[in-house]
């Protein structure tokens, strides 16, 4: 198979980090309407496939997440809403670890928007879309133990979404 | 833990956030007290289906305390927000200790109760966590 950056969406999280340049309209359309459909397999059941590469998969999710913050981090330095974006990209970084970790992010540096009340809006949108399938990932979850700590991920993220919320509502631009 | 004992917690865990809910709410006004009167919504619904599947499993549903001790000084606007955030966060654990227990629908049931608890102690002021408790 293939490395995971010779194919071109390999992941779902790829697409979303990438998808932050789109309109919001778009991105609430494609979170709204094609979740379950463009989940990539092993997460939605109809992969099946053991819980050790859903762990992997997972993980790598969590990588693309930090590496998501870190190009907004990237993209506004200093700005306001800096401690939220590192607190919030921190909490990856720590899902990624307790999911087994991953050596890297799937895809290239994901490109950001021009304004950060539009990456803020954006980030909130992947937060949410991600907490959605760390559910569906502890409902197919074998291992109790793994069921438990995707459901507290789960909640993390979904958390995320006032924050990041918030912060942009306070961004001036 | 058995799906019977994570219910069990659940149901005593929601007892507690009604409670906390009814005390603080009391104590906010505006679109707060529109959003502790939802809360306390969810927590009722929550604590029925948990119920509910309690029963179904055969466990005893335990029955509320008179009064709980809450987690901060509900004296104040500020004070009930503190509250209300610390009994949703602490849920969160409790959702995941279920989810742990149950399998598939209840699991799924569980793992949302847990976000959007989580989700309700950020906007009540609480900071995100990577684990909430």
């Not at chain 1, 907490?131 to 995707?150: F, G, Q, T, Y």
Request: glycine share 8%.
């Amino acid at each position: 198979m293939p490395a995971p950056s010779e194919l071109p969406g390999i992941t779902r999280r790829t697409g979303l980090a990438l998808a932050l340049a789109a309109p919001i309209g778009l991105l609430a359309a494609c979170s709204d309407g094609a979740s379950d459909a463009a989940e990539p397999a092993g997460s939605d059941g109809s992969g099946d496939g053991p819980s050790g590469e859903q762990a992997v998969d997972q993980a790598v999710q969590e990588a693309d997440l930090v590496a998501l913050y870190d190009a907004v981090l990237a993209a506004f330095p200093g700005s306001d809403a800096a401690d939220v974006l590192t607190a919030v990209r921190d909490q990856h970084a720590r899902h990624r670890d307790a999911l087994g970790g991953a050596t890297g992010p799937s895809a290239a540096t994901p490109t950001v928007p021009t304004t950060l009340r539009a990456a803020l809006t954006a980030l909130a949108d992947t937060e949410r879309e991600a907490s959605r399938a760390r559910i569906r990932a502890c409902v197919d979850a074998a291992d109790p133990e793994k069921a438990r700590l995707l459901s507290l991920i789960a909640a993390s993220e979904a958390s995320h979404v006032p924050a990041l919320r918030a912060a942009r509502d306070e961004a001036t631009a | 833990m058995t799906a019977a004992d994570a219910l069990s917690a659940v149901v005593a865990g929601e007892d507690a956030a009604i409670y906390a809910y009814e005390v603080a709410g009391a104590r906010l006004s505006g679109a707060a007290r529109r959003r502790a009167l939802a809360g306390l919504d969810s927590h009722r619904a929550h604590r029925s289906q948990a119920a509910a599947k309690l029963a179904a499993a055969d466990g005893t549903v335990p029955g509320a305390a008179a009064a709980y001790t809450l987690p901060a000084d509900v004296s104040t606007p500020k004070g009930a927000r503190s509250a209300l955030a610390a009994v949703d966060n602490a849920l969160v654990a409790t959702y995941a200790d279920a989810a742990a227990a149950l399998s598939a629908g209840d699991r799924r049931w569980a793992a949302r109760a847990g976000a959007e608890y989580a989700t309700s102690a950020v906007t009540w002021g609480a900071d995100p966590q990577a684990f909430p408790t």
